[in-house]
C-alpha cells in the first residue's frame, strides 16, 4: 500500500528499491536477500528465530511482488493519503500481531528485538534502524517522499503499541 500511495516507501523499502534498482532484481527479491543478511546480524544480538522467521523471510518478498502486480494506486490524492496511512497501521498491526504471537519476528523485527533486549525502547531502536536503512537507501537511489517520513516516526510507536496489546507471553517493558 505505501508503494501504490506513491507518496514516499518506508525506509527499508527505500533500501529495497536502491538495490533493486542497482541489480536489477526484483523489489521482492531484494526484500528475500536482505532479510537473509539480515538474520546474519542476528548472531551478536542472541536472537532466536522461529517458524515465523523462515515464513516471514521467505514469502514476504514473493506477496510483495504480486500485490505490486495486482493491487493498482489510487489516483487521487485522498486515495493515496489513504494507502500511506493504511500502509503504517497495517505494517505496525501486522508486526504486533505476527511477533506477539511468539512464532519468531521477521529479519528486520527481530533485530530490533535482540537490539531492545539490551535495554534500549523497542520504539527507539526501531527509528534508529529505519533511519539507517533510510540513508543507505536514498544514496542507492530509492525514492524518498513525505510518506517516508511518516512512516520513519510512526512505525516506532505504532509498532509497539500493538506489541504490548497482541503480545501473548511476559508482559513487555513500557
Known amino acids: 500500500m505505501t508503494v501504490e500511495a506513491q507518496l514516499g516507501v518506508s525506509p527499508f523499502d527505500v533500501l529495497h528499491q536502491g538495490i533493486s534498482e542497482r541489480t536489477g532484481l526484483s ?15 542476528w548472531v551478536p544480538v542472541r536472537q532466536r528465530p522461529g517458524i515465523g522467521t523462515l515464513l516471514n523471510t521467505l514469502t514476504v518478498g514473493l506477496v510483495i511482488d504480486a500485490a ?3 493491487l493498482p494506486g489510487p ?21 504486533g500481531c505476527y511477533i506477539g504471537a511468539g512464532l519468531g519476528p521477521g529479519p528486520r523485527d527481530g533485530l530490533m528485538t535482540g537490539i531492545a533486549a539490551w ?3 523497542v520504539w527507539v531502536v526501531r ?5 539507517a536503512a533510510l540513508a543507505v537507501g536514498w544514496a542507492l537511489g530509492g525514492r524518498v517522499g513525505i510518506g517516508t517520513l511518516v512512516f520513519a516516526l510512526s512505525i516506532g510507536p505504532l509498532g509497539q503499541f500493538f506489541l504490548h496489546r497482541f503480545h501473548l507471553g ?5
Not at 527509528?127 to 533511519?131: A, D, Y
Not at 511476559?170 to 513500557?174: G, S
Open 75 to 95: 489516483d487521487v490524492m485522498v486515495g493515496r493519503v489513504g494507502f500511506l496511512v493504511g500502509g503504517v497501521v497495517v505494517t505496525a498491526l501486522g508486526m
Open 27 to 41: 523489489f521482492g527479491t531484494v526484500v528475500i536477500a536482505l532479510g537473509i543478511v539480515i538474520l546474519v546480524l
Open 127 to 131: 527509528t534508529v534502524l529505519e533511519v
Open 170 to 174: 511476559e508482559p513487555l517493558t513500557p
Open 119 to 121: 535495554g534500549p525502547r
Open 68 to 70: 505490486l502486480r495486482l
